[in-house]
T-cell receptor
Framework: GAVVSQHPSWVICKSGTSVKIECRSL??????MFWYRQFPKQSLMLMATSNEGSKATYEQGVEKDKFLINHASLTLSTLTVTSAHPEDSSFYICSAKGRPGLRPETQYFGPGTRLLVL | DAKTTQPTSMDCAEGRAANLPCNHS???????VYWYRQIHSQGPQYIIHGLKNNETNEMASLIITEDRKSSTLILPHATLRDTAVYYCIVGRNTGGFKTIFGAGTRLFVKA
């Protein structure tokens, strides 16, 4: 099946610093990538949708200036949490989907990145 | 996109079949039924999807009712490693389709 990786798998940072998380589709070209956030004991919350070569579309309530998303190639999207604060501590998960009509037809998820802001 | 309703939690004995129901009464004709699961502290894992015919793969079977208003995910021989939260999601199979997660069903497989 399709493989999506994330790096790093976990990160601890000081309040006020920025953190970049990478999401890669390893064996397919992903025209669309998605970023989710998950707090303990809650379901995944979609943050934004990113299409290769264009600006990301953010869900309501998600600050685009705080969560910078770049999807510069068909296999890589990055999420940068700028000026991170303790309330940004969460489990960040990306997913990737290929071109309609081609495999994969569904979204495949990365293993997640656990962020702890002190 | 259509919404889904799933039981909050279910138990299953190890080695027995786990049948997880999902209601999607407002599903439209071009919307698929997708199932994912999330094992604790991991990213969601794709299981199976279907449009109207029943589907089977190496992980599970998906049974969709004739009116498509509900479906059942079947894990034929549940193991302890199948303990997870299972999500039923309905949506179009297009590039813009966003997978929106509900609360899912927490399946406990017991020895």
């Amino acid at each position: 099946g399709a493989v999506v990786s994330q790096h790093p798998s976990w990160v601890i940072c000081k309040s006020g610093t920025s953190v970049k998380i990478e999401c890669r589709s390893l064996d397919f070209q992903a025209t669309t990538m998605f970023w989710y956030r998950q707090f303990p004991k809650q379901s995944l919350m979609l943050m934004a949708t990113s299409n290769e070569g264009s600006k990301a579309t953010y869900e309501q309530g998600v600050e685009k200036d705080k969560f910078l998303i770049n999807h510069a190639s068909l296999t890589l999207s990055t999420l940068t949490v700028t000026s991170a604060h303790p309330e940004d501590s969460s489990f960040y998960i990306c997913s990737a989907k290929g071109r309609p009509g081609l495999r994969p037809e569904t979204q495949y998820f990365g293993p997640g990145t656990r962020l702890l802001v002190l | 996109d259509a919404k889904t309703t799933q039981p909050t939690s279910m138990d299953c004995a190890e080695g027995r079949a786990a049948n997880l129901p999902c209601n999607h009464s407002t599903i439209s004709g071009n919307e698929y039924v997708y199932w994912y699961r999330q094992i604790h502290s991991q990213g969601p894992q794709y299981i199976i999807h279907g449009l109207k015919n029943n589907e089977t793969n190496e992980m599970a079977s998906l049974i969709i009712t004739e009116d498509r208003k509900s479906s059942t995910l079947i894990l034929p021989h549940a193991t302890l490693r199948d303990t997870a939260v299972y999500y039923c999601i309905v949506g179009r199979n297009t590039g813009g389709f966003k997978t929106i997660f509900g609360a899912g069903t927490r399946l406990f497989v017991k020895a």
